[in-house]
Structure formats: C-alpha cells, structure tokens
C-alpha cells in the first residue's frame, strides 16, 4: 500500500515499485504518470495516467489557521526491512493479540447497512504487521519514519448493491499534526477532548477512469493516527482490475466514527478476540468454480458435524471453531484454515484443511 498527502493508502497493485514521496507532509506517494499537484496536469513519467484532482490555492480551509501549498513531489525507490512478524519489538504497542483485537473492533465498527465482502483475512480488514522501511533509500533522513510504522487494513463494502474500498491505517504518532494542505484536507474539526479530524472527499484518475474518494484523518489525545479511506473501487480481487461503482459506500461521518474507535488507539487494551488465523493456501489455478459465502458456510456445517461424530474430539481444544473456512488470496475457487489444537495434556498440534472447487477425486472411494 502507498500513502499519499491526506494519509490516503493506495492499493500498490495499481502502481510499480516506483513511489513519489512529498516531504513536507505525510506525502504525495503515487508513480507512473502523474499530474502537477497544482495544476492537475499529467506528468509523463511510466506505464500508468494518474491524475489528482487540482488543488486551488491560495486558499481557505473551514478549521484551518493556515492553508500550505501542494508540495512538489519528489521520487524515491524504497524497500521493507524487518521480519514481517506481529510482535516487533520497535513497535511495542502492537501485537498479533493487538492486531485481532483491531480487526474486529474495525468490522464491528461498520455501519448495518454495509456489508463487508466475502473474501480472504488479507482483504477482509484484518490488520497487518507493521511495515518498516530502510532509511537510506529516503531523500532525507527522517522520511522513512513518517512511512513506517503503521499496520493497515483493507476490504471491500458493499452498501445498496454499490461496492467499494475500505482502508484503514493505524500508528503511533509523536509528532504535531500535520498541517493543513491545499487539496489535502477539505475541513478540519477538533473536538474538546483534543482529537483533530481531517476530512477530505475528492476524486482521482487511473488511465481516465475516476474514482471516487473519501479519507478522515483522526489525530486522537493519546497520540494515535488513524487514517479511514473509503472509495467507489473495487479491490478484492486484484486480477479483474479495479471495477468502480460511482457509489462510495460509506459518508464522511461513518468514516469518522471508525476512525475514531476506541479500540484502534495505541494506548486502548487489548480486547479478547479470536487470534488471527496463520497464512495458509491451496494448489490450485484458480479457474474452479466461485466458492461463495453460502458454500463455504455449508462446508463449515459439514466439517462440524463430521468433527462432533469423531472419537475422542470433545477433550480436544480448538483456538477456533473446525468450520472456519476462508477464501485465500489464490482465487476464490479455494479456501483453507489452519487450526491449533491442545489436548488435555497440553500437547499441541496444527490441524491444515484445504478446499479446492472443481477437481475430480481420483477413484470413487477417495470421492
């Protein structure tokens, strides 16, 4: 993912690993063809067209004392570094603990009319590990640190059959609040209690087509950021494009109320949650057929009944139930799920089950 001036996050799919880092804020991070952050004409430079909607300025921002000017974009390469893993000691307010009990907080936090999209935990707003990035591909020192740091979220959302993108960026932030940019920030708000919301609805092009694009920005009083992103695109599965609906599925005031969770702030205990689910997969080409919410629901019934006529399962412990079946990011023709299980003497295991649609079994006994 890539972050551009108003905390927004971008699918990287979209973008090569060429990345345009602003350093006056947070960033102006997109690559390929991009346009003047004033103008709002295209800049030649790669395979994509990416336009931002033209920012005006000078101007006046509700909230706002003082109104900078849409920073110059300047390009870097960069790469992670670090293990990948939940619990990295240079973060130590986040945790895998930490990182489920976000992901449902975030899920509980969506609004009923909308319903998050069946698809895989890496796209079903469950929270990454942090990501950290090597100082020395930066222009400047200390523009690393405004790119690490951060665990993000995604998913689809469907509300009134529109489907869009949901994006949610959580870090610990020790820094003043950035200041109001014009194109960046539409109004800003700060309630009594010191949060600090930036509220931005706006518009971008990909080869000309637009997409449409909300972001709250929430600066909370323990010294959290989070960054709540919602457009009219649709990002489940990266292989079918990004399809936009015109429709984006959550209002600024929803965006806010997830911003503003309680349990996504760094400092919030951790909630009691089931643990996020190791990565798994299966073989497949991803060409079966579509393993939808109701068939795999049926799956889930089907591994329960069988689990509860087996001998000796009721003294075994399942840190998840057996019917927890979920898409993988290889296609929706597979899912998968891995299990620990602990027996009553405390001796663990993992349990592996894979589902792949569309195969002939080998003989009629195996099928």
């Known amino acids: 993912m890539v972050e551009d ?13 060429v990345v345009i880092v602003s350093t006056i804020v947070a960033g102006t991070v997109v690559a390929g063809l991009l346009n003047d952050p004033g103008t709002g004409e295209p800049i030649a430079d790669g395979e994509y067209s990416y336009v931002l909607e033209p920012a005006q300025y000078p101007a006046q921002i509700p909230g706002c004392d003082v109104v900078e000017p849409p920073s110059d974009p300047e390009r870097v390469n960069f790469a992670t570094v670090g293990s990948g893993e939940y619990d990295n000691p240079k973060y130590p307010w986040f945790s895998g603990a930490k990182a489920a ?10 609004p009923n009319a909308v319903e998050l999209v069946f698809a895989s935990p890496s796209q079903s707003l469950q929270f990454e590990p942090i990501a950290d990035y090597d100082p020395s591909d930066f222009p400047q020192e200390g523009d690393a640190e405004l790119f690490s740091g951060s665990t993000n979220a995604r998913g689809s959302v469907v509300r009134d059959g529109h ?14 609040v950035l200041p109001c940019v014009a194109g960046a920030v539409d109004r800003r708000n700060t309630r009594p209690d010191g949060t600090v919301l930036d509220l931005l609805d706006t518009w971008y092009e990909i080869n000309g087509a637009r997409i449409l694009e909300r972001t709250v920005v929430a600066y909370l009083p323990d010294g959290t950021r989070v960054v709540a992103t919602a457009s009219d695109a649709d990002n489940t599965d990266p292989r079918a494009g990004t399809p936009h609906s015109g429709h984006i599925p959550l209002t600024l005031d929803e965006l806010t109320e997830i911003a503003t969770t309680p349990a996504l702030a760094v ?12 990565s798994c997969g299966a073989d497949t080409d991803g060409n079966g057929p579509e ?3 109701e068939r795999v629901t049926r799956l889930d019934r ?19 139930p057996i019917g927890s079946l979920r898409l993988t990011d290889f296609g929706k023709d597979n899912v998968c799920e891995v299990i620990t299980v602990v027996s009553p003497t405390g001796a663990a295991g993992r349990l592996d089950i894979a589902v792949v649609s569309g195969r002939s079994a080998p003989s009629p006994q195996d099928e």
Do not use: C, K
């Open 302 to 320: 089907a591994l329960e009944a069988r689990w509860a006529t087996m001998p000796g399962n009721s003294d075994l412990t399942l840190d998840r």
């Open 267 to 278: 400092s919030a205990p951790v909630i009691p949650a089931v643990p996020l689910m190791p």
């Open 291 to 293: 393993l939808t919410r």
């Open 5 to 17: 001036g108003a905390g927004r996050w971008r699918d990287s799919t979209l973008f090569d690993v």
């Open 101 to 110: 009990a976000m992901t449902q907080a975030a899920v509980d936090a969506l």
């Open 163 to 176: 489907v869009g993108s949901l994006t949610v960026d959580v870090r610990a932030w020790d820094r003043p």
